[in-house]
C-alpha cells in the first residue's frame, strides 16, 4: 500500500530544471532510500514532500504529490498540519538550545492543545523510549540538550519529530555526522520504527541504503531513473546507469 | 573509469582460467594414462590434486577478500559469487579426475578388456564442455554457456551406450569381465559427471551475465531466454 505517491512530478529552481517527470510510490510502513550523485534531486525531491522547498525563493512545482491520496502541492494545504505529519531529520543533528524536557514538548506546545504536565511528562518518556534514549536521560531532562553526543542528538531529534505524531519521517544523510557504531545504532532504531511510520532517507552511503531500506530509487540529473526493491536493485538493476552508479563506475 | 577493484577482479578472472586449465589438464591426463596404460601419468594426475586445492582456497580467500574489502555490488557481487561457486565445480572436476586416475591405476596391470573407443569420445566431450564453460565465465559469453548445457544430453547418451555394451556384452556374456567392466563403468559415469559440473558453471555463468536463474528451470533455456 502505497503512502505517498508522486505524479510527473516537476520542480524547477528558477531556470534550473531540479525534477523532471518523478513518477514513483512510497510503501506504507517501509524504508525506502533515495541514492544518486550529488546534485542529483534526491534531497529536494525529499524536500518536496513537506514543502520544505517552500522556502527557496524561485520554486515551481509541477504535478501531483498525493500523501494519503491529498495533493498536497496545494495553496490550501496547512504547512502546518503538513510538517507536523511528514517530519524530517536532517544530516547535522539540530537541538533547539532548550532543555532536553523542552525540546520534545516543543512541538506539542505548537500543534498541541495546551496539555498539562502529566500529558507533556508522558510525551517525553514516550518519546524517549521510542529511540531508545529513556534509560540514558530520564534523570537528565532538564539539561541542556546541546551537551548531549552527537548520536544522542539526532536521536533527540527523531524523539522530536516522533513527540508530535507523524506518519512518515524523512532523513536526509541521517548518519553521515555519525561513527559506524553510531550508525548502526541509528539504524536498528529505523527498523524498529518502520512498524510505525513510513520511512524515506536519502543517503550517499549505499552500503547504508542496502542495509536498511525495503525499498530503493535511483536518481540522476533530476529523473528518477529506477525504483525497486533493495535486493533488486544492489545484485541486479536493469538500467545500466544504476548499475555503473552503484558499483561506483559514475561520478 | 577503471577502478581499483577492477585489476583484483582480472586477477580473479585469471586465477579461475587457471584453474580451469588443471582441471582439464587432469582430465586428460588422466584418460591419456588409461588409453596407453601409462601408471606414472595416472599417479602424477592423483599428485596434483594438492595444486588444484591450493588454488581452490586462494581463490576462495580472494573472493572473501574482495568482499570484505569492497562491498561490491551488482555484477561485481554477482561476478564474484560466481566465481566462487565455479572455483568449487572446478575442483570437484579434478577431484574426479583423480577418481578415473586412481581407476586406471587398478586397471593397468591388467589385461585391456576390449578397445576403448566411446570412452576417449566422452572424454572429448568433457573436456569440450569444460574449455567452453570457462570461456564462457571468462569473457561473460552467455551464447557458449548455453552451448554447454545443450552439450549435456550428448553425453548422457553416450554414457548410456557405454554403460549397455559394458553390462551386455562383457559383464553379462562372461562374469570375469565384471571387475575391469566395472572399473569401466564407473570412468564412464564419472565423465558424465564432470559434464554436469560444467553445465552448473554455464547455469552460473548465465546468472552472473543477465541475473536471471536458469538453474532447476531448463524451461527458460528452451524457451531461448
Given at each position: 500500500m502505497s503512502k505517498i505517491i508522486t505524479k510527473n512530478l516537476n520542480l524547477w529552481y528558477g531556470d534550473f530544471?531540479?525534477?523532471?517527470?518523478v513518477n514513483s510510490s512510497f510503501a506504507l510502513n517501509k524504508i525506502t532510500a533515495i541514492i544518486g550523485?550529488?546534485?542529483?534531486g534526491k534531497s529536494t525531491l525529499l524536500r518536496v514532500f513537506n514543502r520544505m522547498?517552500?522556502?527557496?525563493?524561485?520554486v515551481r512545482i509541477q504535478g501531483e504529490v498525493l500523501i494519503d491520496e491529498e495533493?498536497?502541492?496545494?495553496?490550501?494545504?496547512d504547512l502546518v498540519t503538513l510538517r507536523k505529519k511528514v517530519g524530517m531529520v536532517f544530516q547535522r543533528p539540530n537541538p533547539f538550545p532548550l532543555s532536553i524536557y523542552e525540546n520534545i514538548v516543543f512541538g506539542e506546545k505548537i500543534?498541541?492543545?495546551?496539555?498539562g504536565r502529566d500529558r507533556l511528562d508522558e510525551i517525553v518518556e514516550q518519546s524517549l523510549k521510542s529511540v531508545l534514549l529513556w534509560d540514558d536521560l530520564r534523570d537528565k531532562?532538564?539539561?541542556?540538550?546541546?551537551?548531549?553526543?552527537l548520536e544522542q542528538k539526532q536521536r533527540l531529534c527523531i524523539a522530536r519529530l516522533i513527540a508530535v505524531k507523524p506518519d512518515v519521517l524523512l532523513m536526509d544523510e541521517?548518519?553521515?555526522?555519525?561513527?559506524p557504531q553510531a550508525t548502526a545504532r541509528i539504524e536498528e532504531l529505523m527498523r524498529e520504527l518502520k512498524n510505525n511510520y513510513t520511512i524515506i532517507i536519502v543517503t550517499h552511503n549505499m552500503q547504508q541504503a542496502a542495509r536498511v531500506s525495503d525499498d530503493t530509487g535511483f536518481m540522476l540529473l533530476g529523473e528518477l531513473i529506477e525504483f525497486g526493491k533493495t535486493e533488486d536493485i544492489f545484485t541486479?538493476?536493469?538500467?545500466k546507469r544504476t548499475e555503473d552508479y552503484i558499483t561506483g563506475r559514475y561520478g | 573509469m577503471e577502478r581499483h577493484v577492477d585489476h583484483e577482479l582480472k586477477d580473479l578472472n585469471k586465477d579461475i582460467l587457471k584453474m580451469g586449465v588443471f582441471a582439464e589438464e587432469a582430465i586428460y591426463k588422466s584418460i591419456e594414462a588409461l588409453k596407453n596404460r601409462d601408471k606414472e601419468m595416472a599417479k602424477s594426475v592423483v599428485e596434483n590434486d594438492n595444486n588444484v586445492d591450493s588454488l581452490e582456497l586462494a581463490i576462495d580467500e580472494k573472493c572473501i577478500d574482495l568482499i570484505a574489502r569492497y562491498q561490491p555490488m551488482a555484477k561485481d557481487l554477482r561476478f564474484i559469487t560466481t566465481g566462487m561457486k565455479i572455483n568449487a565445480e572446478l575442483e570437484r572436476i579434478a577431484d574426479i579426475a583423480v577418481d578415473i586416475a586412481q581407476r586406471t591405476l587398478e586397471l593397468?596391470?591388467?589385461?585391456?578388456?576390449k578397445p576403448l573407443i566411446d570412452i576417449p569420445k566422452l572424454t572429448v566431450i568433457a573436456q569440450n564442455m569444460i574449455k567452453m564453460a570457462i570461456d564462457s565465465f571468462v569473457n561473460g559469453d552467455i551464447g557458449l554457456a548455453k552451448k554447454v548445457l545443450l552439450s549435456d544430453p550428448e553425453a548422457d547418451q553416450l554414457r548410456n551406450l557405454i554403460q549397455k555394451e559394458l553390462i551386455e556384452d562383457y559383464m553379462v556374456k562372461d562374469g570375469s569381465t565384471a571387475p575391469r567392466a566395472v572399473q569401466l563403468l564407473l570412468i564412464a559415469r564419472f565423465l558424465e559427471r564432470i559434464c554436469d559440473h560444467t553445465t552448473n558453471i554455464a547455469e552460473d555463468v548465465i546468472y552472473m551475465v543477465q541475473?536471471?536463474?536458469?538453474k532447476h528451470h531448463p524451461e527458460k533455456l528452451k524457451n531461448g531466454k
Amino acid at each position: 500500500m502505497s503512502k505517498i505517491i508522486t505524479k510527473n512530478l516537476n520542480l524547477w529552481y528558477g531556470d534550473f530544471h531540479a525534477l523532471k517527470n518523478v513518477n514513483s510510490s512510497f510503501a506504507l510502513n517501509k524504508i525506502t532510500a533515495i541514492i544518486g550523485p550529488s546534485g542529483c534531486g534526491k534531497s529536494t525531491l525529499l524536500r518536496v514532500f513537506n514543502r520544505m522547498n517552500d522556502l527557496i525563493e524561485g520554486v515551481r512545482i509541477q504535478g501531483e504529490v498525493l500523501i494519503d491520496e491529498e495533493n498536497i502541492i496545494n495553496s490550501h494545504v496547512d504547512l502546518v498540519t503538513l510538517r507536523k505529519k511528514v517530519g524530517m531529520v536532517f544530516q547535522r543533528p539540530n537541538p533547539f538550545p532548550l532543555s532536553i524536557y523542552e525540546n520534545i514538548v516543543f512541538g506539542e506546545k505548537i500543534h498541541g492543545d495546551g496539555a498539562g504536565r502529566d500529558r507533556l511528562d508522558e510525551i517525553v518518556e514516550q518519546s524517549l523510549k521510542s529511540v531508545l534514549l529513556w534509560d540514558d536521560l530520564r534523570d537528565k531532562l532538564d539539561k541542556p540538550a546541546l551537551r548531549l553526543s552527537l548520536e544522542q542528538k539526532q536521536r533527540l531529534c527523531i524523539a522530536r519529530l516522533i513527540a508530535v505524531k507523524p506518519d512518515v519521517l524523512l532523513m536526509d544523510e541521517p548518519c553521515s555526522t555519525l561513527d559506524p557504531q553510531a550508525t548502526a545504532r541509528i539504524e536498528e532504531l529505523m527498523r524498529e520504527l518502520k512498524n510505525n511510520y513510513t520511512i524515506i532517507i536519502v543517503t550517499h552511503n549505499m552500503q547504508q541504503a542496502a542495509r536498511v531500506s525495503d525499498d530503493t530509487g535511483f536518481m540522476l540529473l533530476g529523473e528518477l531513473i529506477e525504483f525497486g526493491k533493495t535486493e533488486d536493485i544492489f545484485t541486479k538493476p536493469k538500467d545500466k546507469r544504476t548499475e555503473d552508479y552503484i558499483t561506483g563506475r559514475y561520478g | 573509469m577503471e577502478r581499483h577493484v577492477d585489476h583484483e577482479l582480472k586477477d580473479l578472472n585469471k586465477d579461475i582460467l587457471k584453474m580451469g586449465v588443471f582441471a582439464e589438464e587432469a582430465i586428460y591426463k588422466s584418460i591419456e594414462a588409461l588409453k596407453n596404460r601409462d601408471k606414472e601419468m595416472a599417479k602424477s594426475v592423483v599428485e596434483n590434486d594438492n595444486n588444484v586445492d591450493s588454488l581452490e582456497l586462494a581463490i576462495d580467500e580472494k573472493c572473501i577478500d574482495l568482499i570484505a574489502r569492497y562491498q561490491p555490488m551488482a555484477k561485481d557481487l554477482r561476478f564474484i559469487t560466481t566465481g566462487m561457486k565455479i572455483n568449487a565445480e572446478l575442483e570437484r572436476i579434478a577431484d574426479i579426475a583423480v577418481d578415473i586416475a586412481q581407476r586406471t591405476l587398478e586397471l593397468v596391470d591388467k589385461p585391456l578388456l576390449k578397445p576403448l573407443i566411446d570412452i576417449p569420445k566422452l572424454t572429448v566431450i568433457a573436456q569440450n564442455m569444460i574449455k567452453m564453460a570457462i570461456d564462457s565465465f571468462v569473457n561473460g559469453d552467455i551464447g557458449l554457456a548455453k552451448k554447454v548445457l545443450l552439450s549435456d544430453p550428448e553425453a548422457d547418451q553416450l554414457r548410456n551406450l557405454i554403460q549397455k555394451e559394458l553390462i551386455e556384452d562383457y559383464m553379462v556374456k562372461d562374469g570375469s569381465t565384471a571387475p575391469r567392466a566395472v572399473q569401466l563403468l564407473l570412468i564412464a559415469r564419472f565423465l558424465e559427471r564432470i559434464c554436469d559440473h560444467t553445465t552448473n558453471i554455464a547455469e552460473d555463468v548465465i546468472y552472473m551475465v543477465q541475473a536471471e536463474v536458469i538453474k532447476h528451470h531448463p524451461e527458460k533455456l528452451k524457451n531461448g531466454k
